[in-house]
């Protein structure tokens, strides 16, 4: 026996990897995929539109890089509670809702309405150039463009 293993030793070697290798690979494609699937996982419904741990994730990181932006002094802990993101999750469900609600009432913000709220509104100072004009570069920087942005804002308008 010992001679046959120490004269095929390169044949048993093929073997013993033709019968591992499958497992580590099928096992390897399911932890990988269980492990995605976390945040992909639904936490919520609005109107049959799924509101994924993704999702919630990163509106709890907008909304506490927006209230350390206002508040710079603020301990970033008050913020890794379950009940602040548990508001984060309550808030994200509302503007769904009230999205919803508004698509289904059509109910549309005016170009006029729109412009009123943009020219006047003070927390929109840093985002207009001195002709009232948007500031194509701040917004850039947030990632958006001037359609994306009034977008938006209709958006929080309707809800």
Known sequence: MFEFVR?????LQLLLLLL???SFVVFGIQGYSSFNDGANRNVATVDGQPI????????HQRQVERIRQQMPNVDAKVFDTPSARGETLDTLIRDRVLAVAAQSQHLVVSDDRLQRLFVSDPQYAMLRNADG???????AAQGMN?????????????T
């Not at 994924?52 to 509106?59: K, L, N, P, V």
């Open 7 to 11: 004269t095929h030793t390169r044949v």
């Open 20 to 22: 591992i290798l499958p």
């Open 52 to 59: 994924t741990q993704a999702e919630w994730d990163s509106a």
């Open 133 to 139: 004009s948007v500031n194509k570069d701040v917004l």
């Open 146 to 158: 001037s359609e994306m942005f009034a977008a938006r804002l209709r958006q929080d308008l309707a």
